[in-house]
């Protein structure tokens, strides 16, 4: 069974970090783009980042573009979000997800997380 867990959302204070987990199980994430979104309450799920499947090209949205660093760790067959800098407008709930190519829309990812709160408050 194909699974992706995110872990390490939690209420944050404007200008701190989080960094997020995306750990996959019954499939090697190498083998796949690994992508990240967020959805604010009332809103469209949005590409925030996503990594090719050869680790070679890593994408941000303009809107995180120098505050959040993707990585992944195939040791570890796990995808890492990286979030400095969090801005209130960054409150949202976290999803990773996997496809075959690095995109911006939902749906040409095939396996999808729960989802992991991020919320930025003082």
């Known amino acids: 069974q194909l699974q992706l867990v995110e872990s390490g959302g939690g209420l944050v204070q404007p200008g701190g970090s989080l960094r997020l987990s995306c750990a996959a199980s019954?499939?090697?994430?190498?083998?796949?783009?690994i992508g990240w979104f967020r959805q604010a309450p009332g809103k469209e799920r949005e590409g925030v980042s996503c990594v090719s499947s050869s680790g070679g090209v890593t994408t941000y949205a303009d809107s995180v573009k120098g505050r959040f660093t993707l990585s992944r760790d195939n040791a570890k067959n796990t995808v890492y979000l990286q979030m400095n800098s969090l801005k209130p407008e960054d409150t949202a709930v976290y999803y990773c997800?996997?496809?075959?190519?690095?995109?911006?829309?939902?749906?040409?990812?095939?396996?999808w997380g729960q989802g992991t709160q991020v919320t930025v408050s003082s």
């Open positions: 997800a996997a496809g075959l190519v690095c995109s911006a829309t939902p749906g040409l990812y095939d396996t």
């Open positions: 019954g499939f090697t994430l190498d083998y796949y783009a």
